[in-house]
C-alpha cells in the first residue's frame, strides 16, 4: 500500500477541517498517510504533499515571516513540492494581490503561482454562499465561498480549472492549477474530498 506525507500549514486557519478530509481522501484510495501540522521549518523535511488552508492571508504570511517560514516554503514549493492553497491559501501563494477596497495590500506572500487574486472579492461574511462546480479533472463538487477572493488572472503555466460567476466582475477563477500547484477560491475541505484525493493523486505522480 502506497503511503505519502501530508503536511497542512498550521499557523491560524481550519487546519482541523483539512486534516479530516485528507484522512477521508486517503481511505477512498486505498493509501496510507501520515498528517504533520506544519509550525517549523524542520516539518516541511521529507513531505509529500502540502496543504495551505483558508483563515487570514495576512495573518498566514506574518506568522511565517516570523518564524522562518516564508523562504524555506517558497523554496520547497517551487522545488515541486505538491500543494494545495484554499481561500487565504490561494492568496497566499499568488504572484499578484490586492484587495477589493484598499487595493494593493504589501502583505507578505509566497508568490510561486501565476495568478493574480483579488481579496475580499465577493464581500463579508453574510455574503457567503454555495454552489456546483465543474473541476476540470475533478468533476462536479458542492463548493462553499466564505468572504471569499477570486482569482482573477491566470497566466504562464497557470490555467483556469473551474469558473464562478461574480455579480460585478463576471466569470471569475474559482480553481486554478501551475504543475503540483493547485488554488482554490473556495474551502473544499467542508464539502468534498475529491480536490484532497487529487492532491495525494499529484503527491503519488498520477496526473
Request: glycine share 10%.
Amino acid at each position: 500500500m502506497s503511503s505519502v506525507r501530508v503536511g497542512v500549514l498550521a499557523l491560524q486557519g481550519d487546519v482541523e477541517e483539512h486534516e479530516y478530509a485528507i484522512k477521508r481522501a486517503s481511505e477512498e484510495l486505498g493509501i496510507n498517510v501520515d498528517i504533520i501540522r506544519v509550525k517549523k521549518t524542520e516539518q516541511l523535511s521529507d513531505l509529500s504533499a502540502l496543504v495551505i488552508p483558508g483563515g487570514e492571508s495576512t495573518t498566514i504570511g506574518s506568522l511565517a515571516r516570523r518564524v522562518g517560514l516564508l523562504d524555506r516554503l517558497r523554496d520547497s514549493i517551487i522545488n515541486g513540492l505538491p500543494t494545495l492553497g484554499t481561500c487565504a491559501g490561494a492568496i497566499f501563494m499568488a504572484r499578484e494581490v490586492r484587495d477589493s477596497v484598499v487595493g494593493e495590500t504589501g502583505q507578505p506572500i509566497l508568490g510561486v503561482m501565476d495568478i493574480a487574486v483579488v481579496r475580499n472579492a465577493f464581500g463579508r461574511q453574510r455574503d457567503s454562499f454555495e454552489t456546483d462546480l465543474s473541476i476540470d479533472g475533478i468533476g462536479t463538487v458542492r463548493a462553499v465561498f466564505i468572504r471569499a477572493p477570486a482569482i482573477v488572472r491566470a497566466w504562464g503555466n497557470a490555467r483556469a480549472l473551474a469558473y464562478v460567476k461574480h455579480p460585478r466582475l463576471g466569470n471569475v477563477i474559482a480553481a486554478a492549477q501551475e504543475g503540483d500547484m493547485m488554488a482554490t477560491a473556495f474551502h473544499p475541505e467542508l464539502t468534498t474530498t475529491k480536490v484532497h484525493k487529487y492532491l495525494l493523486e499529484l503527491a503519488l505522480g498520477k496526473h
